[in-house]
């Protein structure tokens, strides 16, 4: 377990945030942006470019049983192996939902994420609300974000730290099969690789 200071983003002022926001707030005061436009670049960060990475190699382990085996033996390798940068920087681990399991990401202390999988992580991620009641009552809290699961079904919460992060792999939707990568990569939200919503049924 490592110590407080060694997990990162304690608020500095000089942190990439702190100054990314000073700026933002300064373009917007001088009217060089609109601050809605900016909103709908984060949005789509977080909802679309970034988690596409973690939603194709999702998509590759429903429909490689070697894939899927290696991607949670050893995610680390498997992300190397397919290229996707700044998997390097941090250990990744890969917790697969499976009938009568299933598996939820927080970062208790902060907000650790997987970024290179994920993208930005969604505000609520790093409210103090969602990252103590997760932990506490996360049948609860699923059900209120939507997802309700089975009383039977073991729920796992994983607290992630500036070492290890984690990836939800979302149950296939039944009755898809005979979709390809691309497609079935669609069904697989930010959301679901989180572990707060299943991955889409289309
Ligand atoms: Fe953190």
Not at 10 to 25: K, N
Not at 35 to 55: H, K, Q, T, Y
Request: overall charge negative.
């Amino acid at each position: 377990m490592s110590s407080e200071t060694d997990h990162h983003h304690q608020v500095d002022p000089r942190s990439p945030e702190v100054r990314t926001e000073a700026l933002e707030d300064l373009l917007v005061e001088k009217g060089l942006v609109d601050r809605s436009r900016v909103d709908a670049l984060i949005d789509r960060f977080e909802n679309d470019l970034g988690p596409m990475i973690g939603a194709r190699l999702v998509a590759k382990a429903w429909t490689n049983p070697d894939f899927r085996e290696r991607l949670l033996a050893d995610a680390d390798a498997v992300l190397i192996s397919e290229g996707v940068q700044g998997a390097e920087i941090e250990h990744i681990e890969v917790k697969a939902n499976e009938r009568g399991v299933h598996n939820v990401v927080v970062c208790t202390l902060c907000s650790c994420y997987p970024w290179a999988l994920l993208g930005l992580p969604p505000n609520w991620y790093k409210s103090p609300e969602y990252r103590a009641r997760i932990v506490r009552e996360p049948r609860k809290v699923l059900e209120e974000m939507g997802l309700t699961l089975e009383t039977e079904t073991e729920l796992r919460v994983w607290d992630s730290s500036s070492e290890t992060r984690f990836l939800v792999l979302p149950e296939q939707p039944e009755g898809t099969d005979d979709l390809d990568l691309e497609d079935l990569a669609r069904l697989v939200t930010r959301d679901s690789m989180i572990g707060v919503a299943k991955a889409i049924t289309p």
